[in-house]
């Protein structure tokens, strides 16, 4: 193709000039690679992006992650034109509950209030009563007046979110990240021992065991926040590898170390220069939404919003 001859800078022009022709916005996930972060005009987890899409007054957002995020987007705004680059680039994570599953679910417990990680299809979140994103998970669940809780698809951050809310009964989903659930203890503990100044920051992606040696658990944006304010020097990282091109350049005078070469998640690294390039000129890969899923599902992300 002609555009495999074209050098880094004339791609990333080309993709400047085609935003402002598109009136078009470019977002990326925290997990993005690091070019794609370079030319985002913002960068953040997947509830944030979506709230900063839905304010922008442009009409064609590019976002670069993976599509349960560029559908958020869509829901929050329906009046856009939200593109995904990568079409096939997916979340494993929350293909493991379907909108019929989760059907059968609420039917053994009609009792049970149903809580969604954001990282879910939209037919999923229009199942359920309440979104919630790995920041807001134990304020979310504390805000709910019923005892009973069915969280998906998640079962890691649902261990997590009913070691902080004992008062629950939160029955779990067996979902989990390919990429932050194959990490074991003993990764942990060697990684530790060879840095052991160092403040261990874990995602609740990770299986319990290993959040049991974290300093501190939290969202991608809380990891990325607490390093910044910390006057601590040395951080092993236990998220996904995208998250150290922010923490490295935005502190300079830190050390930062990834728990595992084994946090990569190759959907995210789908994402590249070329891909934005082509999203832009070709107008692709549109996000549609039947509508009256989209309206239930918002209903599930403004009820977040409320207890925010
Ligand atoms: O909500 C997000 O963006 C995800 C998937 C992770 C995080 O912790 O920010
Ligand atoms: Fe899904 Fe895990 Fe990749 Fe996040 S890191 S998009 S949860 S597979």
Known sequence: MWFAKMDKQEMIKRIKELKEERNAVIV???????????????VGDSFALSRYCANSDKNVIVF????FMAESAKILSPEKTVLLPEIDAGCPMADM?????????????PQAAVVCYINSSAEVKAESDICCTSSNAV???????????????????????????PEKNIILWHGYCITHHRIKPEEVKKIKELHPDALLLIHPECAPE???????????????????????????IGTEMGVMY??????PD??????????????????????????????KYRIEIDEDIRVRARKALDRMLEVE
């Open 246 to 251: 922010k923490l490295k350049k935005d502190n």
């Open 28 to 42: 990326a996930h925290n997990y993005q690679v690091d070019e794609v972060q370079e030319i985002a005009d913002v």
């Open 64 to 67: 670069c992650g993976v599509h």
């Open 254 to 283: 830190k050390e930062f170390y990834l728990m595992s070469p084994g946090l990569i998640c190759p959907n995210m690294k789908k994402t590249s220069l070329k891909s934005v390039y082509t999203a832009l000129s070709e107008m």
């Open 139 to 165: 304020k979310v669940i504390r805000s709910l007046k019923e005892k009973d809780i069915i969280f998906v698809p998640d079962q890691n951050l649902g261990s997590y979110v009913a070691s902080q809310v």
């Open 210 to 236: 290993v959040v049991a040696y974290a300093d501190f658990v939290g969202s991608t944006k809380q990891i990325i926040d607490y390093a910044a304010s910390s006057s601590h020097k040395k951080f092993i």
């Open 97 to 109: 509950v379907t909108a019929e599953e989760l059907r059968e679910k609420k039917k053994q417990h």
